[in-house]
């Protein structure tokens, strides 16, 4: 399996690995860590074209995976 990074941008990173794409970024606030979690070809086409977009991108994930009872403040990786 081949990480392919496409965007890493102020901690924000864009990965596309085999046909799925991934946004890996820090979490955390006094011990850093970081997660992993899957996004759509939409979310993809966002966050190329700008970082402000990037960022929209990152707090609907976060929202996205807290409404279905994931922890994103936990590191996943």
């Not at 990173?13 to 996004?39: A, C, N, P, T, W």
């Not at 074209?49 to 807290?66: H, I, N, Y």
Request: charged residues 35%; without cysteine.
């Amino acid at each position: 399996m081949q990480d392919n990074i496409i965007y890493d941008d102020d901690g924000l990173i864009f990965i596309k690995r085999d046909s799925r794409f991934y946004l890996r970024y820090e979490v955390g606030s006094h011990q850093v860590g970081l997660r992993e979690d899957e996004i759509s070809k939409n979310e993809v086409d966002l966050i190329m074209k700008s970082p402000e977009d990037a960022t929209k991108v990152l707090f609907s994930l976060q929202k996205r995976l807290e409404d279905s009872g994931v922890k994103t403040y936990k590191s996943n990786i």
